[in-house]
């Protein structure tokens, strides 16, 4: 199932990276044929609501979160090239449940909302320092 998932996964972030603004409507409907509806529609509400964050460092590394409906917010790793199990991975319960346990989900809306806002350049960037970069990628630990 393993090596399903990956191969799917890379075939939806390939559909991902072909998404512009002129063929919105067309990259969505395929990625109907992975993603589940709900999963897809509260995904782009999360990007229309602009809840995507990218925390640059000064020598250029990314570090991702997203602001749950609550007041809690989710580090999100959207690309893990060396895992041989998943492709990407979240800090939300959705996650660990219909990805890692129940193996009925790719992936989380948070995981999409990170991959959409970011082809769609949707994403709200702030520079961080070192020390600052440092402590947000391990606060999830």
Same mark, same amino acid.
């Given at each position: 199932?393993?090596?399903?998932?990956?191969?799917? #996964?890379?075939?939806? $972030?390939?559909?991902?990276?072909?998404?512009? %603004?002129?063929?919105? =409507? @067309? #990259?969505?409907?395929?990625?109907?044929?992975?993603?589940?509806?709900?999963?897809?529609?509260?995904?782009?509400?999360? *990007?229309?609501?602009?809840?995507?964050? !990218?925390?640059?460092?000064?020598?250029? !590394?990314?570090?991702? @979160?997203?602001?749950?409906?609550?007041?809690?917010?989710?580090?999100?790793?959207? !690309?893990? =090239?060396?895992?041989?199990?998943?492709?990407?991975?979240?800090?939300?319960?959705?996650?660990?449940?219909? *990805?890692? *346990?129940?193996?009925?989900?790719? %992936?989380?809306?948070? *995981?999409?909302?990170?991959?959409?806002? @970011? $082809?769609?350049?949707?994403?709200?960037?702030?520079?961080?320092?070192?020390? @600052?970069?440092?402590?947000?990628?391990?606060?999830?630990?």
């Amino acid at each position: 199932m393993a090596d399903t998932t990956l191969h799917f #996964g890379y075939i939806v $972030q390939t559909i991902i990276n072909s998404i512009d %603004m002129d063929s919105f =409507e @067309e #990259g969505i409907d395929k990625l109907r044929a992975f993603i589940p509806d709900t999963t897809l529609a509260a995904a782009l509400d999360v *990007v229309d609501r602009d809840r995507v964050l !990218r925390y640059r460092t000064t020598w250029g !590394r990314c570090h991702y @979160e997203v602001f749950g409906s609550t007041s809690t917010y989710y580090t999100v790793f959207p !690309r893990l =090239e060396y895992s041989a199990k998943v492709f990407c991975f979240c800090t939300c319960p959705a996650f660990a449940f219909a *990805v890692l *346990v129940s193996n009925s989900h790719l %992936m989380c809306k948070h *995981v999409l909302a990170v991959c959409l806002a @970011e $082809q769609l350049s949707r994403c709200i960037e702030r520079t961080v320092t070192d020390d @600052e970069f440092v402590t947000r990628t391990t606060a999830c630990l």
